[in-house]
T-cell receptor, first 112, second 113 residues
Framework: NAGVTQTPKFRVLKTGQSMTLLCAQD?????MYWYRQDPGMGLRLIHY???????AKGEVPDGYNVSRLKKQNFLLGLESAAPSQTSVYFC???????????FGPGTRLTVL | GESVGLHLPTLSVQEGDNSIINCAYS??????FIWYKQESGKGPQFIID?????DKRQGQRVTVLLNKTVKHLSLQIAATQPGDSAVYFC????????????FGRGTSLIVHP
């Protein structure tokens, strides 16, 4: 099993550009999450999904959109990137009823 | 504000010592408490969890203690090794509902050889 994979690993954007981060998991997990992690901070939840076709807002959803058209994929979109969105983004998945979240390796995004 | 926090942002220990990482929480309704380890440049990795009806749980070289009276959680690492150097996060979760854990800021553990 590859576990949770994220693409791309690194990206540099200019202010106003758009991009999509892809998260894929091969563990048949029901729940998927997108977090951002800033220096000295913990993980802050952006959006999450409890199943295919469903999404919900987390703690810091503004400026982001998500979609979960397939159970194994969870996409995070930035429509108009801002420097405040410079961060490391982590995707995670969990099997329903379990506590352990499996995290991807992260995407380091810089917005100039 | 955050319902999960850490007392010490950085902990330095010598190889072979025991390490204790502390965590405070404020939500008395939390059912589970979870510890994660994050090595530099990697995603967090699950270490151990404990249910609120327990006060101690042991894993391989790790022990988690829960004191609900003072809403305190600790992770003890025995015979700390250089490979234990990482940031450690505690998280709390309420079972049922939306299965969203709340993470603390993290403690950086530095192990000196």
């Amino acid at each position: 099993n590859a576990g949770v994979t994220q693409t791309p690993k690194f990206r540099v954007l200019k202010t106003g550009q758009s991009m999509t981060l892809l998260c894929a998991q091969d563990m048949n997990h029901e729940y998927m999450y997108w977090y951002r992690q800033d220096p000295g901070m913990g993980l802050r939840l952006i959006h999450y999904s409890v199943g295919e076709g469903t999404t919900a807002k987390g703690e810091v959803p503004d400026g982001y959109n998500v979609s979960r058209l397939k159970k194994q994929n969870f996409l995070l979109g930035l429509e108009s990137a801002a420097p405040s969105q410079t961060s490391v983004y982590f995707c995670a998945s969990t099997r329903q009823g379990y506590n352990e979240q499996f995290f991807g390796p992260g995407t380091r995004l810089t917005v100039l | 504000g955050e319902s999960v926090g850490l007392h010490l942002p950085t902990l330095s220990v010598q190889e072979g010592d025991n390490s204790i990482i502390n965590c405070a929480y404020s939500n008395s309704a939390s059912d589970y408490f979870i510890w994660y380890k994050q090595e530099s440049g990697k995603g967090p990795q699950f270490i151990i969890d404990i249910r609120s009806n327990m006060d101690k749980r042991q894993g391989q070289r790790v022990t988690v203690l829960l004191n609900k009276t003072v809403k305190h959680l600790s992770l003890q690492i025995a015979a700390t090794q250089p490979g234990d150097s990482a940031v450690y996060f505690c998280a709390e979760k309420i079972s049922g509902g939306s299965y969203i854990p709340t993470f603390g800021r993290g403690t950086s553990l530095i192990v000196h050889p």
